[in-house]
């Protein structure tokens, strides 16, 4: 018997030409009902209303949503500062076309969400009517951002903003990676770079490296790769556990990481120090953990700003800082404990107790030597020295 196969699931689908239609109408309708002019949404008011309604329409047909009603739809989640990139404006400025928005009706409510941005809930009215997609599922939409670069699907990845085409310049190295299976260059210039920006900005702002170069100091560009996507996996479920991110939103954080925290693999090591390095930066990322849960007013900026190469103020280079002083606060504790313990065997020796008493001096200073050169710590041995002498003369 011939068997048939299953019917795809109905999804939500959001008509990009509907949609614009409806944001037009809108509009027009309501500044026909305002006497003043300055009442009236403006040209660029308008344009706010259609970036929006089309980043919105990305999110919900790309998240595979059940078919409900318009007004059961979860809200727009974003950032001010990724519209503002893409408006080519200031953030101010989009906030002011927000509070313009919503005094006519166009959004309904819009929740502030701390470091995972705002949500911004649409007239249903502009969304028009519900339309049902069909289409089988893409299972490689499903792969991770980074995963996307060994598929050479970079430049397919639509940006949360509206990206102009880059100049093209055959002797430039500008944003282009190298990807792991077949030596491609694939552009991975950032999601949030302006139309204005183009022209403009012609800084270096990923690797160079020649078109052969399959690994990077004799480790695989493909286990590095997987290092900043576990790494940012992990960050993501310690710092942002509700964050919710389109595609496009996800491989600009990833590339932001690639550049400041793995410095573009530019750093000298073979596999085993790679590993060590991650471990590192997982510590760094549980002290950003446990610092948050200490208070509930403490924050950290959305991830496209935590990692951004610009980002002096309060990025996450920052917790390099603070892992070195943690870290030489346990060693100088760790230092304090051993030397403790030295001087109390010599204490015992010197009133005949104690499990070396009946080592000789000499014996007991090469054991004692010998127990802190495994630290492999010469401050530890320094301090150890100095205090020999005081310990000796007690005898």
């Not at 900043?228 to 996996?233: A, D, I, L, R």
Request: some cysteine; aromatic content about 8%.
């Amino acid at each position: 018997m011939k068997t048939l196969n299953p019917s795809p699931t109905p999804k939500m689908h959001l008509d990009f030409g509907a949609i614009f239609k409806s944001t037009k109408q809108f509009i027009d309708t309501y500044n026909r009902k305002q006497s003043n002019l300055t009442d009236k949404l403006n040209a660029n008011h308008r344009a706010t209303a259609e970036l929006i309604v089309r980043l919105y329409a990305q999110q919900i047909n790309k998240s595979g949503h059940a078919v409900v009603a318009l007004a059961d739809l979860p809200g727009f989640r974003s950032y001010n500062p990724s519209l503002a990139s893409c408006k080519g404006c200031t953030v101010r400025t989009i906030i002011n076309h927000k509070h313009r928005l919503v005094k006519a009706g166009f959004i309904t409510k819009e929740i502030h969400r701390g470091a995972d941005g705002i949500e911004l809930r649409i007239n249903p009215e502009v969304l028009g009517e519900v339309k049902v997609s069909t289409t089988t599922d893409d299972n490689t939409t499903q792969i991770s951002p980074l995963a996307s670069f060994f598929k050479g699907r970079v430049k397919n990845l639509h940006p949360l903003v509206h990206v102009q085409q880059e100049l093209n310049n055959n002797n430039s190295t500008v944003d282009k990676l190298i990807t792991p299976e077949k030596g491609k260059e694939v552009a991975i210039s950032s999601a949030t770079r302006t139309p204005q920006e183009q022209n403009k900005n012609m800084r270096e702002s990923a690797t160079s490296a020649p078109k052969d170069q399959t690994k990077v100091a004799g480790v695989g560009r493909t286990f590095l790769l997987s290092l900043v996507e576990q790494f940012w996996k992990y960050t993501k479920g310690r710092l942002y556990p509700k964050l919710i991110l389109t595609e496009p939103e996800e491989k600009e954080i990833l590339n932001h990481i690639w550049r400041t925290v793995y410095k573009k693999f530019k750093l000298d090591g073979d596999r085993e120090q790679w590993e060590n390095y991650q471990q590192m930066l997982f510590a760094r990322v549980d002290m950003v953990h446990r610092w948050l849960e200490r208070n509930p007013k403490h924050w950290v900026p959305a991830p496209h700003l935590y990692f951004h190469p610009n980002n002096t103020k309060n990025g996450f280079e920052k917790t390099w800082v603070w892992y070195l002083k943690q870290q030489t606060l346990k060693k100088e504790i760790r230092n304090q404990l051993i030397l403790q313990s030295t001087d109390h065997e010599w204490k015992q020796y010197a009133k005949g107790q104690g499990r070396h008493r009946h080592k000789t001096r000499f014996e007991l200073f090469r054991l004692q030597q010998k127990r802190l050169s495994r630290y492999k710590d010469a401050d530890l041995l320094k301090s150890y020295e100095d205090r020999l002498q005081h310990n000796l003369t007690s005898l």
